[in-house]
Protein backbone atom coordinates (compact mmCIF):
# COMPACT_ATOMS: atom_id res chain seq x y z
CA UNK A 1 0.00 0.00 0.00
CA UNK A 2 1.54 3.72 -0.93
CA UNK A 3 0.37 6.80 1.13
CA UNK A 4 -2.07 5.40 2.91
CA UNK A 5 -4.69 4.70 0.25
CA UNK A 6 -6.64 1.55 0.71
CA UNK A 7 -7.04 -0.55 -2.18
CA UNK A 8 -9.47 -3.04 -0.58
CA UNK A 9 -12.22 -1.14 -1.14
CA UNK A 10 -11.54 1.30 -3.88
CA UNK A 11 -14.39 3.78 -4.93
CA UNK A 12 -15.22 6.24 -6.84
CA UNK A 13 -13.83 8.54 -4.09
CA UNK A 14 -10.92 6.88 -3.28
CA UNK A 15 -9.64 6.44 -6.82
CA UNK A 16 -10.13 10.31 -7.38
CA UNK A 17 -7.94 10.60 -3.99
CA UNK A 18 -5.53 8.56 -6.16
CA UNK A 19 -5.15 10.13 -8.98
CA UNK A 20 -4.75 13.35 -7.44
CA UNK A 21 -1.97 12.19 -5.71
CA UNK A 22 -0.05 10.51 -8.30
CA UNK A 23 -0.71 13.43 -10.59
CA UNK A 24 1.07 15.67 -8.12
CA UNK A 25 3.98 13.73 -7.65
CA UNK A 26 4.54 13.90 -11.47
CA UNK A 27 5.20 16.98 -12.98
CA UNK A 28 3.89 17.91 -16.20
CA UNK A 29 1.48 15.38 -16.09
CA UNK A 30 -0.94 14.59 -19.08
CA UNK A 31 -3.12 11.66 -17.95
CA UNK A 32 -2.78 9.22 -15.46
CA UNK A 33 -4.50 5.58 -15.43
CA UNK A 34 -5.22 3.10 -12.94
CA UNK A 35 -5.17 -0.64 -13.83
CA UNK A 36 -4.59 -4.41 -12.22
CA UNK A 37 -2.54 -6.71 -11.93
CA UNK A 38 -4.09 -8.32 -15.15
CA UNK A 39 -3.69 -5.13 -17.48
CA UNK A 40 -7.07 -4.07 -17.38
CA UNK A 41 -8.08 -0.36 -16.74
CA UNK A 42 -9.53 0.53 -13.92
CA UNK A 43 -9.59 4.30 -14.26
CA UNK A 44 -8.42 6.86 -16.40
CA UNK A 45 -8.10 10.26 -16.79
CA UNK A 46 -8.01 9.64 -20.69
CA UNK A 47 -10.87 8.21 -22.69
CA UNK A 48 -9.73 4.39 -23.27
CA UNK A 49 -8.88 3.49 -26.72
CA UNK A 50 -6.61 0.74 -28.11
CA UNK A 51 -3.30 2.57 -27.28
CA UNK A 52 -4.19 2.64 -23.89
CA UNK A 53 -5.00 -0.29 -23.27
CA UNK A 54 -1.58 -1.75 -24.95
CA UNK A 55 -0.14 0.44 -22.77
CA UNK A 56 -1.64 -1.35 -19.73
CA UNK A 57 -0.90 -4.79 -20.70
CA UNK A 58 2.83 -3.34 -21.45
CA UNK A 59 2.80 -1.74 -17.74
CA UNK A 60 1.44 -5.00 -16.42
CA UNK A 61 4.26 -7.19 -17.88
CA UNK A 62 7.17 -4.73 -16.93
CA UNK A 63 6.00 -5.00 -13.76
CA UNK A 64 6.15 -8.80 -13.20
CA UNK A 65 9.24 -9.08 -15.06
CA UNK A 66 10.82 -6.92 -12.71
CA UNK A 67 9.09 -8.65 -9.47
CA UNK A 68 10.17 -11.83 -10.86
CA UNK A 69 13.71 -10.33 -10.89
CA UNK A 70 14.25 -7.72 -7.98
CA UNK A 71 14.71 -10.75 -5.46
CA UNK A 72 18.29 -11.13 -7.04
CA UNK A 73 19.17 -7.59 -6.21
CA UNK A 74 17.93 -8.21 -2.64
CA UNK A 75 14.77 -6.09 -2.74
CA UNK A 76 11.64 -7.26 -2.02
CA UNK A 77 9.33 -4.65 -3.34
CA UNK A 78 9.30 -1.73 -6.60
CA UNK A 79 8.79 1.57 -5.77
CA UNK A 80 8.42 3.31 -9.18
CA UNK A 81 9.67 2.47 -12.10
CA UNK A 82 10.00 5.34 -14.89
CA UNK A 83 10.54 4.80 -18.82
CA UNK A 84 11.93 7.86 -20.65
CA UNK A 85 10.48 8.01 -24.32
CA UNK A 86 11.71 11.10 -26.73
CA UNK A 87 9.26 13.66 -25.00
CA UNK A 88 7.11 11.45 -22.60
CA UNK A 89 7.96 9.78 -19.70
CA UNK A 90 5.75 7.09 -18.01
CA UNK A 91 5.84 6.58 -14.06
CA UNK A 92 4.79 3.50 -13.00
CA UNK A 93 3.92 2.85 -9.26
CA UNK A 94 2.75 -0.76 -8.66
CA UNK A 95 0.88 -0.65 -5.22
CA UNK A 96 -0.58 -3.36 -3.27
CA UNK A 97 -3.36 -4.59 -5.54
CA UNK A 98 -3.78 -2.39 -8.58
CA UNK A 99 -0.83 -0.18 -10.62
CA UNK A 100 -0.83 3.78 -10.88
CA UNK A 101 0.62 5.48 -14.05
CA UNK A 102 1.35 8.75 -14.83
CA UNK A 103 2.26 10.00 -18.47
CA UNK A 104 4.04 12.99 -18.01
CA UNK A 105 5.86 15.17 -20.62
CA UNK A 106 9.55 15.83 -20.19
CA UNK A 107 10.60 19.07 -20.16
Do not use: C, Q, W
Request: a positive charge; charged letters at 20%; aromatic letters at 6%.
Amino acid sequence: MRKGIAVDNLNHASLNDLIIKLNNSVKNSLATMIIDYEGLIIYSTVPETENMSLLAVFVREIVSRILSMIDLFGANKINTVVIRVDKYAFHIFPLEKIIGVVIARRS
